[in-house]
């Protein structure tokens, strides 16, 4: 069992900043990789940022440079800076965690519930 609790979502006029959360906790044996995905109205999910466990980022080319993922407490907490929201940033955003819950088992995404952020002026 694996579980990823999200923070930090809600509503920020266009221009401004917000900081998500995404604490992972349960039965994780190892972690390659946790990052942010994005479902908006009308669209299909889509990746934003994610990072390995060894550090290396990738982000949609729609973020970049302007959202920043990271990573706390080692690799069990990930955490997505963004700023100079826009419109079209409006989401649901969702929390993953590719990684084994047990050991001899393939790796598999894990997902948080979401959270939404809008942005509105």
């Known amino acids: 069992q694996v579980q990823l609790v999200e923070s930090g979502g809600g509503l920020v006029q266009p221009g401004g900043s917000l900081r998500l959360s995404c604490a992972a906790s349960?039965?994780?044996?190892?972690?390659?990789?946790m990052g942010w995905y994005r479902q908006a109205p009308g669209k299909q999910r889509e990746l934003v940022a994610t990072?390995?466990?060894?550090?290396?980022?990738n982000y949609a080319g729609s973020v970049k440079g302007r959202f920043a993922i990271s990573r706390d407490n080692g690799l069990n907490t990930v955490l997505l800076q963004m700023n100079s929201l826009k419109p079209d940033d409006t989401a649901v955003y969702y929390c993953?965690?590719?990684?084994?819950?047990?050991?001899?088992?393939?790796?598999?995404?894990?997902w948080g519930q979401g959270t939404q952020v809008t942005v509105s002026s």
């Open positions: 349960g039965s994780i044996v190892s972690i390659n990789a």
């Open positions: 990072i390995t466990d060894g550090g290396y980022t």
């Open positions: 993953n965690l590719f990684g084994r819950a047990r050991w001899g088992t393939p790796n598999s995404d894990y």
